[in-house]
């Protein structure tokens, strides 16, 4: 069965750090991988999404870049943090069949900016 | 542009009383709809969800939804809510290129 990873659970980190989190997903081949973001009291925001290796897909500008090194790891980064970048982070995975398919999530990353 | 609306932000049911979350989209097409449930401080599991064929759905945990295309509508029902219900839930409509776009949510409370 398939099954999606991410971690760390949660981070808290200084202004002006670096962030990398990472997104793995087993028992699956090509997904489609996405990132949301939920700030406090809100609905999911879609910050990237991609197809396959090395293909990422930007739905909003941001503070944040995301990478897929390979087929089955979603990375996502920032430089320098700010603050408005708290929040619970989402991974999300789907089939790469042409459809509507539904999308898995795995368990979020709770970031807390100081 | 595609939208979903979920036009309550907090609904409070008694334990055992029935209940129905309000969900709206716009879509030009026919939609691919979905619910999902997140419990506090989780990712989100997938409740049920409409693709085509019978316009009531069945899903996990006894709930039901029920689209209906005059309305734009696909409202989450249940008729006997339980304490362990209690969570926020989002209804979405997959756009064209098979991206998720969420309603606000809907924060269920179920008092005792």
């Known amino acids: 069965s398939q099954t999606i990873h991410q971690w760390p659970a949660t981070l808290v980190q200084p202004v002006g750090s670096p962030l990398s989190l990472e997104c793995t997903v087993e028992?699956?081949?090509?997904?489609?991988l996405y990132w949301y973001r939920q700030a406090a009291g809100r609905g999911l925001q879609l910050l990237f999404y991609s197809v396959g290796i090395g293909q990422i897909s930007s739905e909003v500008p941001q503070n944040l870049s995301a990478s897929r090194p390979q087929d089955r790891q979603f990375i996502l980064s920032s430089k320098k943090l700010l603050l408005s970048d708290s929040g619970f982070y989402l991974c999300?995975?789907?089939?790469?069949?042409?459809?509507?398919?539904?999308?898995?999530f795995g368990p979020g990353t709770r970031l807390t900016v100081l | 542009a595609q939208s979903v609306t979920q036009p309550d932000i907090h609904i409070t049911v008694s334990e055992g009383a029935s209940l129905e979350l309000r969900c709206n989209y716009s879509?030009?097409?026919?939609?691919?709809l979905f619910w999902y449930v997140q419990s506090p401080g989780q990712g989100l599991q997938l409740l049920l969800k409409y693709f085509s064929g019978d316009t009531l759905v069945q899903g996990i945990k006894g709930f039901e939804a029920e689209f209906k295309r005059s309305q734009s509508s696909f409202n989450l029902r249940k008729p006997s809510v339980h304490w362990s219900d209690a969570a926020e839930y989002f209804c979405a409509v997959m756009d064209s290129s098979y991206k998720l776009i969420f309603g606000s949510g809907t924060r269920l409370l179920v008092r005792p």
């Open positions: 879509y030009g097409a026919t939609p691919y």
């Open positions: 028992g699956t081949s090509n997904p489609n």
């Open positions: 999300a995975w789907t089939s790469g069949r042409a459809g509507g398919n539904e999308q898995f």
